[in-house]
């Protein structure tokens, strides 16, 4: 459970202010362990195998070939005792990454009063959407919440493949995509529906809050369309169609971010909002951004829900933009 999701019920319980504390410190504890694990399993195997593609000295070597054996042994370790809590880490699409980054978002998320609506409302009805490629289905909350339902065993993995994606990832970047926009503050918070990582009905997945609005409409007559430019130039997204976002009078939503965060020289299939703005030059506030961003160690808490290329991939954009000063032209990426 995150840090902050704990206050509301920390109130309501009444408890000592030491069950408090105790509670608070369990809290942190654990989202600690789950970035110490995703460091050392996912980010360490990672970073390990591509210091072995250098030209190094034998000692040097079979010193990173220890750690890396030790690493692997370890996330063998973690993915058993995972799987006894979880029965749907025995699906093909819960490869030992994806399941170290869903363990991360986990012990992160509903520390946002909208996070936890989506994550504590009980199940009233549902029906599946029939739009996009996924397996999409729209379920009714007890409390008044409506949100959308990404399954990873409900992907087009052919699709995906095309995007650049070997792995199930695209839940984990929509729920990515909200906590970056939650970091970044408004402009661009208010741009992306918070989504959260939920278990429904046996199926683990992203869930989204409904927006408000209709596909396919002109996003120009929109007044935060040009935030909409920067965030999806940001965050590397390839299907940028009518089909994924909103209108709703003035404000625009944007919709599906399962195939973004791309890598270099990913495919960029649509990217209608990012062109519409050509090479502006960026913003202050833009600007200001970036840099908080390039100098936050966990990328304004994404680094680690992110495949560990992925997260380079953001923090060699944003550096980029910091370094041209404008917006890139649209993909590939
Ligand atoms: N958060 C949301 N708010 C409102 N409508 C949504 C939301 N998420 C999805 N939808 C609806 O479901 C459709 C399919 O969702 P999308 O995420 O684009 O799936 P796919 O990955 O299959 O393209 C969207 O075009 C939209 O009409
Ligand atoms: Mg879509």
Redesign the pocket.
């Known amino acids: 459970m995150a840090r902050n999701r704990l206050e509301p019920q920390i109130a309501a319980a009444g408890v000592s202010s030491e069950a408090a504390q105790e509670m608070r410190a369990s809290a942190d504890a654990r989202v600690a362990r789950a970035q110490a694990d995703y460091d050392l399993t996912r980010g360490g195997i990672y970073d390990l195998e591509k210091k072995l593609e250098a030209d190094i000295p034998d000692t040097e070597r079979e010193l990173l070939e220890d750690r890396l054996n030790f690493a692997r042994a370890e996330r063998a370790r973690l993915l058993q005792a995972h799987s006894q809590t979880h029965k749907w880490t025995n699906n093909d699409w819960a490869t030992p990454g994806v399941q170290a980054q869903i363990a991360v978002i986990e012990s992160v998320q509903g520390d946002d009063p909208a996070e936890r609506a989506l994550l504590d409302g009980q199940i009233v009805t549902c029906h599946e ?1 029939r ?4 397996t ?1 289905t ?1 379920w009714v909350l007890d409390n008044g919440v409506i ?2 339902h ?1 399954i990873f065993s409900g992907l ?1 993995d052919d699709l995906a493949e095309d995007f650049g994606q070997d792995e199930a990832v ?1 839940p984990i970047h ?1 729920v990515a995509a909200w906590h970056l926009a939650k970091g970044m503050g408004e402009p661009w918070r208010g741009l992306v ?1 918070p989504c959260v990582l939920r278990e429904i009905d046996g199926e683990q997945g992203s869930f ?4 408000p ?1 209709a ?1 396919y409409q002109d996003f120009r007559a929109t007044d935060n369309w040009q935030a909409a430019a920067f965030f999806d130039a940001l965050i590397g997204q390839q299907d940028r169609h009518g ?2 976002w ?1 209108v709703d009078s003035r404000m625009l ?1 944007l ?2 971010h ?1 195939f973004t965060f791309a890598c270099p020289g990913d495919y960029c299939n649509k990217a209608d909002i990012q062109s519409a703005r050509k090479h502006d030059p960026l913003s202050e506030e833009e600007r200001a951004v970036l840099e908080r961003l390039v100098a936050s160690p966990d990328l304004l808490g994404v680094r680690h829900m992110l495949a560990p290329d992925r997260a380079d991939a953001l923090l060699a954009r944003a550096q980029q933009m910091l370094d041209t000063g404008e917006i890139p032209k649209a993909g590939p990426y």
Request: aromatic fraction near 4%; hydrophobic fraction near 30%; charge should be negative.
């Open positions: 959407v739009a996009g490629s996924n999409i729209q949100g959308y990404k087009d695209q929509e529906p989204a809050a409904k927006a609005g596909n089909g994924n909103l939503t919709i599906d399962g």
